[in-house]
């Protein structure tokens, strides 16, 4: 095994696929468990069309993570495993991948 590289993924969601998003949430959450413990998802999360508001519906534009890796074809392959990919929710085919190496990591303090 090599040396792993961060990779930094922009995962736009398909149109109108917001339902099919919301059904899969707990099974992309329990798929990830074993990326976060290995070491291979270093960041993620959603992206919106603006930050949601209590008691609006939340707009998801797609996802953003950082995966560790030893290749783009190592992202790749886990990023296609993923059920929202396996699902329809990231366009696939619209997936940006970059090199990626961070320069401050450190989390914000939630209010």
Known sequence: MGKRKE????LPDRPNSLSIRKKVKGGHY????PLIAQGQLVDGGAI?????????EERFEGSVVVYAAENVEEVRDIINRDIYATSGVWDID????FPYVPAVREPISKP
Do not use: W
């Open 48 to 56: 919106f069309r603006e930050h949601p508001e209590e008691g609006k």
């Open 7 to 10: 990779f930094l993924c922009i």
């Open 94 to 97: 619209k997936a940006q991948i």
């Open 30 to 33: 329990e798929g990830i468990q």
